[in-house]
């Protein structure tokens, strides 16, 4: 038995959990690098019976899936991977396996930005090491207003923090009831253009669907603060790239945090390596010690109990009636 482990960017695997009761009983082979090309992709994963998946660097659609005779089992970090079609797994027979999720830290990530730009932290510092002081001035947090979209579990957790901060806080998504925002101590924007018209930060939590995809264009960049910030730690594709470039460049609005983008990882000449006031960190919001503890401990968790006959944590257990 053949096991892929993918993506592996910082080349952790091996080190954060224990693969010996996985290597007892088949060979485990680690990519380092990220295949773009769907067919590269195939050509590299044809040989293995496993693969575990970190997230959602690569995709999985039908496409490739039907491509891969030999895979049985596909493990993905964490319970949900919108990027895997359980469906077509399911009609090819693949178990998909997901693992458990801990820690804080993508809102943890989330104001690390916010304060970033907010007191401009990465150009003070560079500043300081060229022998300035003191470069610019910066927007202090308290009284301000932090506008969430989105009120989940990380939603409010960044509630909780801008109120420890003393900001008030506005939260609105398409299905957010006065009662959420009730259990969280929020107030319920009216309208998504109120709260980005309101704002004096603007933090997104929202999932990426049809329904999220763009929901950030030129009409509602306008509507903000030029002063205001915007920080995204979802997905890139929920705000409009090029209304986002077009903002920054015309100082529509006062900056912006990015953890996640349109491309990734994001090509050398991606045109926001270069915008100006703007923090860019390259989609590290679930990338933390604990998370990955638990999502390649999980990853092994699941392999071993596959290569048992026990499979665990199967997200489309369809496929185990099919098998049976």
């Known amino acids: 038995m053949r096991v892929a482990v993918i993506d592996d960017f910082l080349k952790v695997a091996l080190k954060t959990a224990d693969w010996g009761p996985v290597q007892a009983q088949a060979e485990v082979t680690v990519f380092t690098d ?43 970090a964490g319970k949900v991977n919108r990027s895997i079609d359980l469906a077509a797994a399911t009609d090819q027979g693949v178990i998909v396996s997901g693992t458990e999720s801990v820690g804080n830290s993508t809102c943890e990530l989330a104001w690390g930005l916010i304060l970033a730009v907010a007191r401009n932290i990465p150009a003070n510092d560079a500043d300081v090491r060229q022998g300035g002081w003191q470069l610019s001035t910066g927007m202090s947090l308290q009284d301000k ?13 960044s ?35 109120d709260l980005l018209k309101r704002a ?48 920054l460049e015309a100082g529509q609005i006062g900056g912006a945090g990015l953890d996640v983008y349109d491309i990734e990882p994001m090509p050398a000449d991606h045109p926001l390596r270069k915008a100006p006031r703007t923090v860019l960190t390259p989609h590290l919001g679930y990338v933390s010690d604990s998370s990955f503890g ?30 049976a």
């Open 145 to 157: 207003t932090l506008g969430i979209l989105g009120l989940g579990k990380i939603g409010s957790r």
């Open 200 to 247: 004096d930060v603007v933090t997104i939590h929202l999932v990426l669907s049809d329904r999220t995809r763009g929901l950030i264009g030129a009409p509602d960049l306008a509507l903000m603060k030029p002063t205001a910030i915007l920080v995204n730690t979802s997905r890139g594709p929920i705000i409009q790239q090029e209304a986002l470039l077009a903002a």
């Open 34 to 76: 990220h295949l773009a090309d769907p067919k590269a992709l195939i050509e590299r994963l044809k040989p293995f019976e496993i693969v575990a998946v970190m997230r959602e660097r690569s995709a999985f659609p039908r496409a490739v899936l039907e491509q891969l005779p030999n895979l049985k089992l596909l493990v993905t």
């Open 159 to 193: 509630a909780k923090v801008a109120q420890a901060f003393g900001m008030k806080v506005i939260a609105w998504s398409q299905n957010l009831t006065e009662e959420r925002c009730k259990e969280i101590g929020v107030e319920k924007a009216a309208s998504k253009e």
């Open 294 to 323: 638990a999502f390649y401990s999980g990853s092994v968790e699941d392999i071993a109990a596959y290569l048992n006959g026990k499979p665990i944590r199967v997200l489309n257990p369809d496929v185990l009636q099919k098998k």
